[in-house]
């Protein structure tokens, strides 16, 4: 199976400020990757996919790069609604894996 | 628009069954698969399977094979998850989500599992 890696586990950070969010692959998944959004109570929402594609409807203040087996999600300013758990996922291969979340709290 | 909407809430006692049932409307379901996935009480998400609605066939993980069954209704747009044996450490919300290329995208609701004698 392929092991998802985040990093970090939790971030503290203000409204407008720049945050990333990086994941990393125990082995090569090509653009194969995925980030969603969960918040409390909620189904988790797929915000990038194929990498760096952004999913209609997503503000384009997310954005991911990456390739391989390193990749990141990026939030160019946050937002208070962006306050929740990230998680990125593998669609190279079944299983499906999925990282272990990154919390983004407000400082 | 896309929907995906799940049954409800279920308490089922150590060693019972559950079937959990996903109504999609919207799009065509035999064009797309449907993807399962559980959230253990705060925990992560941790993907569970996968079934090809127009066929039926299936990929599970691991951890579950022999204890999940998925299948499809296509003449109600139906997915359902069958998981057999159930353990108190099998509490969790499951969810199902159409799945296209491994991007799952909508998710159902969610239904909550609870385990407990």
Known sequence: DIQMTQSPSSVSASVGDRVTITCRASQGISSWLAWYQQKPGKAPQVLIYATSKLQSGVPSRFSGSGSGTDFTLTISSLQPEDFATYYCQQAYSFPITFGQGTRLEIK | ?117
């Open chain 2, 1 to 117: 628009q896309v929907q995906l909407v799940q049954s409800g809430a279920e308490v089922k006692k150590p060693g019972a069954s559950v079937k959990v049932s996903c109504k999609t409307s919207g799009y065509s379901f035999t064009n797309y698969g449907i993807s399962w996935v559980r959230q253990a009480p705060g925990q992560g998400l941790e993907w569970m399977g996968w079934i090809g609605a127009s066929i039926g066939n299936t990929n599970y993980t691991q951890k579950f094979q022999g204890r999940v069954t998925m299948t499809t209704d296509t003449s109600t747009n139906t997915a359902f998850m069958e998981l057999r044996s159930l353990r108190s450490d099998d509490t969790a919300i499951y969810y199902c989500a159409r799945d296209h290329n491994g991007r799952l995208d909508p998710w159902g609701q969610g239904t909550l599992v609870t385990v407990s004698s």
